[in-house]
């Protein structure tokens, strides 16, 4: 690809600002309250020096943040005016962000399905990730299954195939159950949901199909449904399946791929004070595998007219998508180094690095367009990778974003800013270098 392809850097600005616009940012400032009076604190600023400099590693401590807040805004600033933004209202900003680009974000088809798929509203996966914390945090997000005294916040995604990129986050204390943390509704129809062994309930998974949804998910090692009906033939002398328990066939099997229905019982929620059982039939598949030298199965009321059992099994495969992106938002945007025992910063930072997501991703959508119209394979331009450059190059984005939204000041300000950042605030040290040359 040439060189001269590629865009100016002003696309990349035009980008980022059209995610969040000037306007949008200081309107929701004043709404959350995080601006009562602007003065020194200019929420366009503060949010992208937060998003591009704590989210890319760039900046670590909230010093560093304050000073490169300093160099971006030309001024100067009180600890105080600094430190104190770290509040529930900026908690309610960054919140608010998050929801406005991913509302924005489902507005935009990115990727499409494939034509097996394309009957199918989207493809989403469920599933959580754990942030450690200081031990002292214990009492607020307590950890699970820990044998000494630790802490842990869960931060729970789902992702969209369609929109590459998140379609909801939401925090929990870690001892929240992964089931409590999807909320079905409407939203699922014509949608299907891959779902770790961590969501599996079989009354979640009726629910999903009431609502005219479809689900895949891996068949929990102890449940042990009956099979009622077989959905393909199998040559050969195979056996009889059809009437025994999930545990009775399993040891018997012979066959490379066995598809069959299968009756499943579950509890409905209480109604008037007492539980009413039920039951439902879905599709289980079992896959022989040759690396594990045993058998996957799953299950999913998705029907044998729309994909095949190798396809099923191909598309659950597409859940290590959320696991890329819990990678991403760790090892790239700094949530695995949140050193503070203040929960006010902690539930902000975290904010701040699903922001640098959302922004990466953003940036790496359109430069998918741009290989693609240019002529290249864009399959060899990952995600990952794209995450490195972007955390690599983030600083020159932010120097020229600033510059894009003409919020540069002159130059005798940034002398001004330098001098207050190069002195040191305690004015009564003793320095070894005193006396010794003027």
């Not at 409407?186 to 949901?193: A, Q």
């Not at 359109?366 to 995450?387: H, K």
């Not at 020229?400 to 000041?409: G, H, I, P, R, T």
Request: aromatic share 10%.
């Amino acid at each position: 690809m040439a060189k001269n392809n590629f865009p100016p850097d002003s696309i990349f600005c035009k980008d980022l600002k059209d995610l969040f616009p000037k306007e949008f940012l200081r309107q929701t400032a004043t709404e959350t309250g995080l601006i009562k009076r602007e003065r020194k604190i200019d929420p366009v600023i503060m949010f992208w020096v937060l998003v591009l400099s704590f989210g890319v590693g760039m900046q670590r401590t909230l010093a560093s943040l304050k000073r490169n807040y300093e160099q971006e805004a030309k001024t100067t600033l009180r600890d105080s005016s600094w430190y104190y933004r770290f509040t529930d209202e900026l908690i309610e900003f960054l919140k608010r962000c998050v929801i406005h680009r991913i509302e924005h974000q489902a507005k935009n088809k990115h990727s499409d399905l494939s034509e097996k798929l394309d009957r199918f509203e989207d493809v989403l996966i469920q599933d959580s990730t754990i942030i450690r914390l200081q031990e002292k945090l214990a009492k607020i997000w307590t950890a699970a299954r820990a044998r000494k005294v630790a802490a842990g916040v869960k931060v729970s995604t789902m992702v969209s195939a369609v929109a590459n990129g998140p379609k909801s986050i939401a925090l929990f204390s870690e001892r929240i159950a992964e089931v409590k943390t999807l909320k079905l509704g409407p939203w699922v129809k014509d949608r299907i949901l891959l779902i770790d062994i961590g969501f599996y309930k079989h009354h979640t998974f009726a629910r999903i199909a009431e609502l005219n949804g479809f689900f895949v998910s891996r068949l929990k090692g102890t449940a042990d449904p009956t099979i009622v009906g077989v959905n393909s033939i199998c040559r050969g002398n195979s056996i009889d399946v059809v009437g025994k328990k999930w545990s009775e066939v399993l040891p018997h099997l012979k066959r490379q791929v066995l598809d069959v229905e299968v009756e499943i019982s579950f509890k409905r929620r209480k109604y008037n004070g007492k539980k009413r059982g039920d039951s439902t039939r879905f599709r289980l598949i079992a896959i022989y595998n040759n690396d594990d030298r045993k058998y996957h199965a799953y299950i999913t009321n998705i029907s044998g007219d729309k994909l095949e059992p190798e396809e099923i099994a191909s598309l659950y495969g597409a859940r290590w998508e959320i696991e890329l992106i819990f990678k991403e938002l760790k090892s790239r945007y700094a949530l695995d180094v949140i050193n503070t025992s203040n929960p006010k910063i902690i539930e902000s930072l975290i904010w701040v690095g699903i922001l640098t997501l959302l922004c990466s991703r953003a940036i790496y959508n359109l430069f998918r367009r741009i290989v693609v119209a240019n002529g290249e394979e864009p399959v060899r331009f990952t995600q990952m990778r794209w995450s490195r450059v972007f955390s690599e190059t983030a600083h020159r984005h932010l120097s020229n974003l600033m510059d894009y939204l003409k919020l540069d000041f002159d130059t005798l300000k940034m002398m001004n800013v330098m001098h207050s950042q190069a002195l040191d605030p305690h004015v009564n040290r003793h320095r070894l270098k005193e006396g010794l040359w003027a």
